[in-house]
């Protein structure tokens, strides 16, 4: 009988770079299936920053963590190879939440059917959680209004990116903050963003100033870091503040300190922050929402893919030393 890999999480992060030691690598016969079931061979597989919080002790977050034994959680892309169940065909391209895993036996809950002519890479890129986080932060959080000004952090990640684009879509003016020189040129030459700023090289104050000569009207927050106290002294009245990510505090010992709020007073500033697992249930919505503008090709996206399911165990640093370049995946 054939085999496959699953990777299990067998110990929580313990401040060094994400690694081998903190799971098992187990090789299984491939199962078969019952009533009702089907068989998915998953073919990619999404990296996301958010998998760090999932492997740490707290019990307090918006979603539960991965028990240590569990097979580690992540969403994928895969076609079904065997169905017992009426709504799946065998060939079907599929995806939901399906863990490190070559193949998973699933009852269909949480699975869904992809569209004929839509790939993997955009799958995981666009219409799932990076698409849909940024429709649901910018224009349900955010309401955006044509000629704002808004400043996206993490500008040319998969979120961020979408976001900026969105939003130039609708007539703002778009400004984007990056960790290098490559990633700033590329959301402006190729994403059309008006403007970029990096925060490692730049004079985030003077660059600011020079890039936003309105103000911020509003503020999609996905990494915090030094920059966070520069925007929030630079939003207008009314503004609103979108608070979708901190990653430059995912790995910090000590979260870093806040703005002092009585701007929120002087400004009447909203600030909210979301997490996309309370808005399953709207993702009907957020496709209506975002597929018109994919499809007039006004998203653009890139991906950076690692090859076979093993290379998730290291490929998750990528996002916390900035080399991940567009949606990270895992092809197996
Ligand atoms: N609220 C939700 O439901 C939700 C859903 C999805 C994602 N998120 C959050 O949204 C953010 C973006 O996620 P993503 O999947 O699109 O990841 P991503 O932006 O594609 O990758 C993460 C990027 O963060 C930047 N970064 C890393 N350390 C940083 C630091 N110390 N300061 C500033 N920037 C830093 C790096 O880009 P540079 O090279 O530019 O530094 C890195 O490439 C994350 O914080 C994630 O947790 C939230």
């Known amino acids: 009988m054939s085999q496959y890999t699953e990777i299990l999480l067998t110990q929580r992060p313990d401040g060094n770079p994400i690694g081998p030691h903190m799971f098992e690598v187990k090789h299984k016969p491939v199962p078969t299936i019952g009533p009702g079931q089907i068989l998915i061979k998953q073919t990619h597989m999404s990296l996301d920053p958010a998998m760090l919080g999932w492997m740490m002790p707290d019990t307090n977050s918006y979603i539960p963590r991965v028990e240590l034994g569990e097979v580690m959680r992540s969403s994928g892309f895969g076609q079904v190879v065997e169905s017992n169940h009426p709504d799946f065909a065998k060939g079907d391209n599929v995806m939901g939440m399906m863990g490190w895993t070559e193949y998973l036996v699933s009852t269909g ?41 808004i400043v996206v952090t993490g500008a040319a990640g998969s979120v961020g990116s979408i976001v900026g684009q969105l939003a130039k879509a609708d007539g703002l003016r778009v400004i984007g903050v990056v960790g290098s020189e490559e990633k700033a040129d590329w959301i402006v030459s190729e994403l059309g963003f008006d403007g970029a700023i990096n925060y490692k090289t730049d004079d985030l104050e003077s660059k600011l100033e020079e890039l936003t000569p309105d103000g911020v009207d509003l503020f999609f927050e996905n990494t915090g870091g030094p920059i966070q106290h520069h925007i929030f002294h630079r939003m207008n009245t009314h503004g609103r503040i979108i608070v979708c990510g901190m990653i430059a505090d995912y790995t910090a010992e000590e979260p870093a300190p806040g703005p002092n709020w009585i701007n929120l007073i002087k400004k009447r500033i909203t600030v909210q922050g979301f997490a996309m697992p309370d808005h399953f249930g709207d993702v009907p919505n957020l496709l209506a929402k975002l597929t018109p503008y994919v499809m007039q090709g006004k998203v653009k996206y890139r991906t950076h893919t690692l090859q076979g399911l093993e290379s998730a165990m290291t490929g998750l640093n990528l996002f916390f030393t900035g080399e991940n370049k567009g949606k990270l995946l895992v092809e197996l």
């Open 109 to 149: 809950q949480g699975i869904n059917k992809v569209q004929a002519g839509v790939t993997a890479e955009m799958a995981l890129a666009v219409f799932a959680l990076p698409g849909l986080t940024a429709t649901q932060g910018l224009f349900n959080i955010g309401k955006p209004k044509v000629g704002e000004t």
